[in-house]
């Protein structure tokens, strides 16, 4: 717990003391969440089907529908940069859903795992950008007109910056909030309180993890098309 | 419920995820400002001037990308409604 309310009971307060390596909460829920991702992957490449079936035909409806979205707005070359997007859309989606399980806490209800992501996010689509066109990807900075150019660069810097703090803070604000509304009601109406919530709260969750998505993708598409 | 069209995103969820991101790239571009120009004050020995500088700077960044943000939400409802109603008004872009 970085500040605020403090969680009451975690599964991962436990497994450390076991472990005795003093790792902070969010880790060991990040690596559950990776071993969520990884065991279901493994699983399905192991029986692949022609015809799908149960979980597959789950993740082929989800992934395509994904993959139709960003090459309706990105264009062909959206199919190139796809498995990075969905793969930040799954693994935040499962992180944001662990902290609804009881006892567990949501690892993105934390900065420093936001602020990562953010932080790939950021270099990555600039390096989408500059493997794009190259020297000439200095002209997404300067603006339509050359005379305020030198303005424009240091604006276009500004905003650029403010990306990734702006994702960080907007999945952390929202995560974290729905977390102590949850460990709140918890205290107040232990169980009759909790549960509507949760409905409210997995609409949440994955509206923030589409955001994140859909805000990677809008960035990309800055970088990918044409300056002005 | 969100992934109703062939595992399509859903209109609502596209109209709720925009509606959660307007607002807040406002107050992080003012922030971003006011940090470059507080470092940069410290580094180069100019206090207060590139901190006002950068602060305002922050804050016309910040009301930049919301305004575009919302032409192109704008640009977006145009396109859904453009088959119905013809063109409407003569942006240039």
Same mark, same amino acid.
């Given at each position: 717990m970085a500040a605020g309310l403090p969680h009451p009971l975690t599964y991962s307060v436990i497994i450390d003391e076991k472990l005795g390596?003093?790792?902070?909460p969010h880790v060991y829920y990040m690596w559950m969440a990776m071993i969520i991702l990884l065991t279901c992957a493994l699983m399905l490449r192991g029986r692949l089907q022609l015809v799908p079936g149960g979980m597959q035909n789950v993740f082929e409806t989800a992934i395509g529908g994904l993959e139709d979205f960003t090459v309706a707005n990105l &264009?062909?070359?959206g199919r190139r940069v796809f498995p990075f997007l969905c793969s930040m859309f799954i693994f935040i989606l499962v992180m944001n859903y662990i &902290?609804?399980?009881?006892?567990c806490d949501a690892a993105?209800?934390?900065v420093n795992t936001n602020a990562a992501m953010a932080l790939c996010v950021f270099l990555y689509y600039n390096y989408i950008g500059i493997k794009k066109?190259?020297?000439?990807?200095?002209k997404h900075f300067m603006g339509p007109m050359p005379a305020l150019a030198p303005l424009m660069l240091v604006l276009e810097t500004v905003s650029h910056i403010a990306r990734p703090l702006s994702l960080t803070l907007r999945l952390f604000g929202n995560i974290r909030g729905e977390e102590i509304v949850l460990v709140l009601l918890f205290v107040l109406a232990p169980v009759l309180g909790t549960l509507p919530m949760y409905f409210l709260f997995i609409l949440g969750k994955t509206i923030q993890a589409f955001i994140f998505f859909m805000l990677t993708m809008i960035y990309l598409k800055g970088s990918l098309e044409h300056a002005h | 419920m969100l992934f109703s069209n062939q595992g399509k995103p859903s209109g609502a969820m596209e109209i709720l995820s925009t509606a959660g991101t307007i607002g807040l790239q406002l107050v992080t571009a003012t922030f971003v400002g006011l940090a470059m120009g507080y470092f940069l004050d410290e580094w180069l &020995?100019?206090?207060p001037w590139l901190l006002i500088v950068f602060l305002l700077l922050g804050i016309v960044a910040g009301f930049r990308d919301v305004f575009l943000e919302a032409r192109r939400i704008q640009r977006r409802s145009e396109g859904d409604h453009g088959a119905e109603s013809g063109p409407r008004g003569s942006d240039p872009k």
């Open positions: 390596l003093g790792l902070p &264009g062909e070359e &902290g609804l399980i009881p006892g993105t209800a934390n066109w190259g020297f000439g990807y200095i | &020995g100019t206090s």
